[in-house]
């Protein structure tokens, strides 16, 4: 059992509550997913800049002097911004790869939660209240964001265990449910040079959505084909840098609710994390249909 | 009216002083407020008692309940009149997956629609929907009878025994060993009686009904590829 939470605001005037709500609507499932708990948020688009969020064991060590060191290595200026054990690391947008490249001999213990434009991950093992009090969610401001609780089925409950699994710049992918042909799908991407950090069935299905945009399909295809390659039971939530979309198994046994007004298209594993949304009362309430993709975009 | 406010008194409270009804006072009528899509309301009650939940709920409203009506004013959760006994229970809006699951008795009201494997191994429960159904509905259904004035999804009535279905839109796939059935005077009897006792407005006559070949009851090798 997890829980998942996701929000995508259509009111700008929303946009600097974005994190309470969404830490509000995290908090409510942790009865589904006490292990550990993850955010993705959509925040302010760093003109020109790209985000790198990475994750340290030993933040007092390896956050020190980092972004210095790492502009050093780059030839550009990096900004830094520490979050407990997170750090959001800014560049400009075409020396993002090379920081990644970088961070592996500079800091080989650091671990990379995310890469975009606007996007950042948080996710640690622990209760939800205490993950987003660790990373001060509530504070945060965004256009839209995804969350996840984990009782985990079937790996380590660890950091990287923990979702949200970033699927590319920009994308990240929560899910509640368990893939059964994992292994031979990890192995799969592996020849076609895609390579997972965990055992985590999840990690597979980031990676699998990973391997099929490489391959040209858009999100919305690769979620399609998705139904066709995955086995076993998932409801997934992906948010893109513009876009929020959600699709279940066709046999949907993972529950999933969805509330939509003029202000905000909202997910919810179930009703009670979406009660104190605004307007809830008069809110377009549904469960999605199986084996259907639904999508969002600003 | 006696009002029970769900988020100044808690989940146990409620039950207990639901449960503890045993119909020998004139103060029958109860109303929920703030449930909040809160799992296990209203479950196991046994007395002649009216309950009104105003708003959604989570999983297993209305569980295993016996004589109680049972009113929800909103949407409810998954598993919502599951092991019903007797009794009725009225959602005005949608219900998740495995409405009315292995109910025995009473009658079960949907308005809006309703999700997957609604009806599964249904034993005897009367369940009415106004809207659609989701699939694997009335699994293993052994008796009872379901009616839907919308659409069924797929495998409707998969390992079907005894239950009587009936539906009025499109059924996308009928499931292993359900076939379609002739209506005959006396099903239509049953229908409107049911369509009657539920408050909707619609004529037996443009229903269909669905029920078990029955060629899966004793195994036969010849089915193995059904089983």
Redesign the interface.
């Known amino acids: 059992m997890c829980g998942i939470v996701g929000l995508f605001l259509k009111d700008k005037a929303l946009e600097p509550k974005l994190g309470a709500m969404l830490t509000d609507m995290l908090i409510t499932m942790t009865d589904r997913g006490p292990d550990s708990a993850g955010i993705a948020i959509y925040g302010v688009d760093a003109d020109g800049n790209s985000k790198l969020t990475v994750q340290s064991a030993n933040p007092a060590k390896d956050f020190a002097g980092l972004a210095g060191d790492l502009g050093k290595a780059i030839g550009a200026k990096v900004t830094q911004r520490d979050k407990d054990t997170h750090c959001v690391l800014e560049m400009p947008a075409d020396k993002a790869a090379a920081a990644r490249a970088a961070l592996k001999d500079l800091r080989p213990d650091l671990r990379v939660m995310s890469t975009g434009d606007t996007m950042e991950i948080y996710k640690e093992v622990g209760l939800p209240k205490d993950v987003a009090a660790r990373f001060e969610i509530s504070k945060m401001t965004g256009t839209h964001g995804i969350g996840h609780t984990r009782m985990a089925t079937e790996s380590a409950v660890t950091t990287m265990g923990a979702h949200p699994f970033s699927t590319g710049s920009d994308q990240c992918l929560v899910h509640n449910g368990s893939l059964s042909n994992h292994n031979s799908l990890r192995r799969m991407l592996a020849h076609e040079g895609i390579y997972t950090d965990t055992m985590n069935d999840t990690e597979v299905g980031a990676a699998y959505l990973t391997w099929k945009m490489r391959e040209g399909a858009t999100l919305g295809e690769a979620l399609e084909s998705s139904l066709e390659d995955l086995d076993g039971f998932f409801t997934f939530v992906v948010g893109t840098k513009d876009g929020f979309g959600v699709v279940r198994d066709?046999?949907?046994?993972k529950?999933a609710?969805m509330a939509e007004t003029d202000q905000y298209v909202a997910f919810g594993s179930?009703?009670?994390?979406?009660?104190n949304l605004p307007g809830i009362e008069t809110a377009r309430?549904?469960?999605p249909?199986?084996a259907t993709v639904y999508f969002w975009n600003h | 009216m006696q009002t029970f406010d769900l988020a100044a008194e808690g989940l146990r409270a409620l039950n207990a002083t639901l449960q503890k009804q045993n119909g020998t006072t004139n103060q029958t009528a109860w109303e929920v407020v703030n449930p909040k899509g809160s799992h296990a309301l209203a479950v196991g009650l046994d007395a002649p008692i009216d309950v009104t939940v105003k708003g959604s709920t989570g999983y297993y409203c209305a569980g295993m309940n016996k004589q109680a009506t049972i009113r929800i004013h909103g949407s409810a959760g998954p598993g919502v009149a599951e092991n019903m006994m007797s009794g009725t229970v009225i959602i005005e809006g949608d219900a998740s997956q495995y409405a009315g699951a292995t109910g025995h008795g009473g009658l079960l009201v949907i308005k809006g629609n309703a999700a997957s494997r609604c009806g599964i191994s249904m034993k005897g429960i009367d369940i009415v929907v106004q809207g659609n159904i989701g699939h694997m509905s009335a699994f293993m259904a052994q008796s009872g009878n379901l009616v839907v004035c919308g659409d069924a999804g797929d495998a409707l009535g998969d390992s079907l025994y005894e239950a009587r279905i009936f539906v009025r839109g499109k059924v996308k796939s009928l499931g292993a060993d359900c076939i379609e059935k002739e209506m005959r005077p006396e099903h239509l009897e049953i229908l409107r009686d049911l369509l009657d006792r539920a408050g909707f407005d619609a004529n037996p006559e443009e229903f269909r009904r669905y029920g078990s070949a029955r060629k899966l009851y004793n195994f036969d090798v010849d089915n193995a590829s059904a089983y």
Do not use: F, G, Q, S
């Open positions: 066709p046999i949907a046994c529950p609710v179930e009703y009670r994390a979406l009660v309430v549904w469960e249909e199986p």
